[in-house]
């Protein structure tokens, strides 16, 4: 069955833009993405998406459809009413380039600054050996697609411009979690370990654990409770246990 889906599109680049109606042919167990490539194919040659997998996998084609940050590759029209008007935006949190595609270099950086795996020095290739609990805990991370959804929700750099050089956002907290808990990395060795990092290089006391990345996860990465809070924890562990800050001193 085939019906006329009410889309309200925005168009604009970084200068500003325009919400704008269209009228668009839907067909049964078609996703939101195949009305944007409808549209871009018909009335609005030049409208500007970015994707690439079309399967949830790519984490491309991010935006905001009535508001919540999803997926349109992932979001059913079939979960809409027929005559219901379904808004895409761009992605809130980062500067617009054109229509639904944004400029989500913010997010590059800030991986940048998170420090890769430190093995011990005496550990020879080969010579790597983990807890099978140990690498299924780093596994749930690493299902991230980078959809960047998590740090576009995220309210500490969305409602706070000012705030994104200090905090990395969800997912590259979630990133120095994985490091932190990795029974093989060792650099707080040799250096300031990644607790500490987490907490003065890249904001984790603005985290106030609203959950709303976790809500936006495509993936269903318990951010919160299994990345975001044990790191908080382990960073309150170091900095208020009495011991260590008379050590420190
Ligand atoms: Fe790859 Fe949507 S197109 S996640």
Redesign the pocket.
């Known amino acids: 069955m085939s019906y006329l889906a009410h889309l309200r599109v925005w168009h604009g680049d970084a200068d500003g833009g325009e919400l704008r109606d269209h009228v668009v042919e839907a067909a049964e167990g078609e996703v939101v ?1 195949d009305l944007v490539h409808r549209l871009q194919a018909t009335e609005c040659p030049d409208l500007a998406v970015r ?12 935006a905001e459809i009535n508001g919540k940050p999803k ?4 979001t059913r029209m079939s979960t809409f009413a027929t005559d219901e008007v379904i808004t895409v935006t761009p992605m809130r949190t980062f500067p617009v380039i054109k229509d639904l595609v944004c400029d989500v270099s913010f997010n590059y950086v800030k991986a940048r600054e998170v420090p890769a795996f430190e093995p011990p020095a005496d550990l020879e290739p080969g010579e790597y050996r983990m807890q099978q609990v140990d690498v299924q805990r780093s596994q749930e991370f690493r299902k991230c ?1 980078e ?1 960047f959804l998590c740090q576009d929700v995220c309210h500490v750099i969305r409602d706070h411009e000012d705030n994104k050089e200090a905090f990395s956002g969800p997912r590259f907290l979630m990133r120095v979690a994985e490091l932190e808990m990795h029974p093989l990395d060792a650099r707080g060795e040799t250096r300031a370990d990644r607790p500490d990092e987490a907490r003065e290089e890249h904001g984790l006391g603005l985290c106030n654990i609203t959950r709303c990345c976790t809500d936006v996860c ?1 993936e269903h990465i318990q951010i919160t409770d299994n990345a975001l809070i044990p790191l908080k924890e382990r960073a309150a562990d170091r900095y208020y246990d009495p011991l260590l800050r008379l050590f420190r001193r």
């Open positions: 993405l994707w690439n997998c079309k399967a949830g996998k790519c984490g491309s084609c991010s997926l349109m590759c992932m697609i959809c495509p």
